[in-house]
Each structure stands twice: as C-alpha cells, then as structure tokens.
C-alpha cells in the first residue's frame, strides 16, 4: 500500500528558529514529490522535486529529495509568525498524488 | 486570470441524503483533482477528470461521483451520505501537460449529521 508519513506532527518555535519537516513515502512507481502549504482552506503550492540531491529554495525555505532512502525534507530558516501553517507533502504515482497527514507548525512571536 | 473556485462554502446535511458539490478550474486548466480531507488528515485523492472522463481513481466507493464539463468545470456528487463523509472536499485544477502544478480551490465544508 503506497504511503506517506511526516514527521513531527506539530512543532512550536519561537521567531528566528530554524525548523526542519521531514517526509518519508513508500509508493510504486514515484514520479514527484510536492510540498504544500495549508493555512487556511487551500494549499499552496511550494516545491516539487524530481531528482535526488537537487535542493530547491524560494527565500528562507529549501527542500531536498533522497530517492535512495525514500524521504526529502523541508527547511525554515528565521521563521515568523506568517510562516505558522500545517505543511503537507505529497507523492505523486502516475495520475494520483498520496497526500502525509501534514505538520502543524506554530511561530510565537 | 481567474483562480479555482467552489461552491458552496458550507454545507450541512443528514445521513442518507446526496450533495452535489461544484469546482470552476482556473483559465486554461482541462484537468480537475477532487479530494477528501478529513479534520487532521491530509487530503485523500477521490478521483481525476480530464475530457469529461474519469482519469484515475482514489479509494472511494461508487456513491461518489463526478462529472466534468465541456468549460472543464466539474461537480462531486456524493450519495446516501454517511457521518463519515463530514469533511473538507477540495478541487485541483492543472493543465495536463503541467499536472504537477494543481492549483486548490478553497473547499466546500460539508458536515453530515
């Protein structure tokens, strides 16, 4: 059974901390992996990784991908309260995507 | 350019009823995700739509269902509702050529007593 699995499940820091979020799949037939940020309702769009040891950033966000060992991470460095979401990661196989139960972050000022 | 859009925002029914969700894909997108995301959870995939035909499939029972049209717009119907079925049901749309890249619409809220 093709699976998903993040960790932590929630994570509170304080602004300026830098946060790692972990994601680990088991899935047939792995075409991409994304990284999603839920605030409210819809998520937003943030990576996709295709390739292992290719990191990907945007501002103080970066993620990475291990084909090998099956998981990819997502980096916030100097985190403020804006960036307080719950954070997805899916798979993609063939034309469905494998969604994790997400990581809740909290940033208290 | 106009994002995905979903209609209505919240709704409430009783078990053993039918809902009719809607999703407008945003401009020059032909392809249409719904998704399920129970409170806590991660979005599960219920199916995908592209020229009006189911392209793929979650695991969902046959009481969902959809239908995309020619505007690639796209409805969920979902029936003999069940306690189970309270939710948050979200659209992607993308561009075949582009699947990767879905754009979510807000979501419907539907809560089942």
């Known amino acids: 059974e093709d699976k998903v699995v993040q960790s932590p499940l929630s994570l509170v820091v304080h602004e300026g901390d830098t946060v790692t979020l972990n994601c680990s799949y088991e899935?047939?037939?792995?075409?991409?992996l994304l990284w999603y940020k839920q605030e409210k309702k819809a998520p937003t769009f943030l990576f996709m990784l295709t390739s292992s040891g290719i990191e990907k950033k945007s501002g103080r966000l970066s993620s990475i991908l291990d084909k090998k060992e099956l998981f990819s991470i997502l980096n916030i460095t100097a985190t403020q309260t804006g960036d307080s979401a719950v954070y997805l990661c899916a798979v993609r196989t063939g034309n469905q995507f494998y969604f994790g139960t997400g990581t809740s972050l909290t940033v208290i000022p | 350019e106009t994002g995905v859009t979903q209609s209505p925002t919240h709704l409430i029914k009783t078990r053993g009823q039918q809902v009719t969700l809607r999703c407008s894909s945003q401009s020059g997108h032909n392809t249409v995700s719904w998704y399920q995301q129970a409170l806590g959870q991660g979005p599960q995939f219920i199916f995908q739509y592209y020229r009006e035909e189911e392209n793929g499939r979650g695991n969902f029972p046959p009481r969902f269902s959809g239908l995309q049209f020619p505007n690639y717009s796209s409805e969920l119907n979902v029936n003999a509702l069940e306690l189970d079925d309270s939710a948050l049901y979200l659209c992607?749309?993308?561009?075949?050529?582009?699947?990767?890249?879905?754009?979510f619409g807000p979501g419907t809220r539907l809560t089942v007593l």
């Open positions: 992607a749309s993308s561009r075949v050529s582009s699947y990767n890249e879905q754009f």
């Open positions: 899935v047939t037939n792995f075409r991409s």
